[in-house]
Nanobody, 125 residues
Framework: QVQLVESGGGLVQTGGSLRLSCVAS??????????LGWFRQAPGKEREFVAA????????DHADSVKGRFTISRDSSKNKVYLQMNSLKPEDTAVYFC????????????????WGQGTQVTVSS
């Protein structure tokens, strides 16, 4: 079973940058076999897809709302996935979750079967 723990959230001004990290652990877990994703949930809104990366890192997908500003990457040797967030906007304020799922890139929440507890990102105007 995969356990995921996010870090790197915080308070930043509009236009600033943050780098989120997520480390995976678990007995017998080979994180390199999983696709990984980032989702976010703003107050009063449903959780939404942000970015995903395939098991080997060769394929990525980013939501239109973050394309060109956010970049997902992974280091399977460290069991980590990252989300580099640049040019942050107030509308990026949300709790960000990492998730482990199928080996291919997916935007579907129901295809991800392990979730972290989330890390808060707040962008001030």
């Amino acid at each position: 079973q995969v356990q995921l723990v996010e870090s790197g959230g915080g308070l930043v001004q509009t236009g600033g940058s943050l780098r989120l990290s997520c480390v995976a652990s678990g007995s017998g877990v080979m994180i390199s076999a999983y696709g990984l994703g980032w989702f976010r949930q703003a107050p009063g809104k449903e959780r939404e897809f942000v970015a995903a990366i395939s098991w080997g890192g060769g394929s990525t997908d980013h939501a239109d709302s973050v394309k060109g500003r956010f970049t997902i990457s992974r280091d399977s040797s460290k069991n980590k996935v990252y989300l580099q967030m640049n040019s942050l906007k107030p509308e990026d304020t949300a709790v960000y979750f990492c998730a482990a799922g199928p080996p291919y890139v997916s935007r579907r929440e129901n295809e991800f079967y392990a979730w972290g507890q989330g890390t808060q990102v707040t962008v001030s105007s």
